[in-house]
């Protein structure tokens, strides 16, 4: 059977309604890119999987007009790629071989944030709100990086950026000369970033003599979860729960109502999902956790870990 061609699946699935300003989607990713640097925007690329269930469900989605309002919010091109034909850009920018997910270039072509696999209209416009938010401060943090007096604290506040935006090829970079220049904080966010990638072998190095900081419990309880220990992972992550969190507090919340609903602890897990699904800062933790309600609610649903 004929794998379906990427402008036909994608400009099929695309009609044309949504809303009005929102930039079109770019079927050739060349014309994009080339676009795309000399207006001195930045490009959302939607790698999609021509023929692949998921894939499709997420095509039909990208004319959301709550997609919409934020890529014109923020400024945005937007292409499209078939995620088997271009997979050495997808495996360099996202980081897994040829597969489905979203890339995020700068205006200097650089890819600074990425998320593999499929996403809802919730997540997909929180995590374009979370690219044009830090805007500003991955602009300081690179800058402080580059200059001649940098330290391994601007480097690990750079790769902690990487890791937040899923970027994890340059958060790796950034957070190894960290850790490797003694920055404890820099081990366990290391840890993470291998565990966001799959990695898990090398997250338990990394997490060995960690001190045992709310944050780095986060992470703990994060790694738990991927080797699929759910009850240990939410056990660990409640522990961290106690501790003052920061901007690690949505995260722990999250991954302890994702480890509930694993070990069949839905009655606890909605209650603590729908708590923080309503806290309604426009987070991606909010919208991951609307995604994972819907998940339990109908376990046909999109689901990925």
Partial sequence: MTRPSIRCVLLCALPLVGCASAPAWQPSLDVALRA?????????????????????????????????????????????ADGVEQRRLYAAWVGFGEGMGIAVLGADGQCYAARPGPMDPPEFAAFLRQCVALRPELAAARAAVRSPTATPADQLRLGSLYLQLGRTKLAEEQLLAAATAGLAEARHRLARNYALDGNLSAARRWLV?????????????????????????????????AAELGEDRQRALLYLGKALHEDRQNERAKPLLEALAREGTGSTFEAAALHTLAHIADPQHGHTH
């Fill in 36 to 80: 795309a640097r000399a207006e001195g925007r930045e490009l959302v690329v939607y790698f999609a999987l021509p023929g692949r269930d998921l894939s499709e469900r997420m095509q039909r989605t990208l004319h959301e007009p709550s997609i919409g309002r934020e890529l014109s919010a923020g400024g945005f091109a937007a292409a499209l």
């Fill in 209 to 241: 003599h960690v001190p045992k900081t709310g944050p780095a419990l986060v992470t703990e309880g994060y790694v738990l979860f991927k080797e699929r220990r759910h009850r240990e992972a939410a056990a660990v992550l409640e522990q961290a729960l």
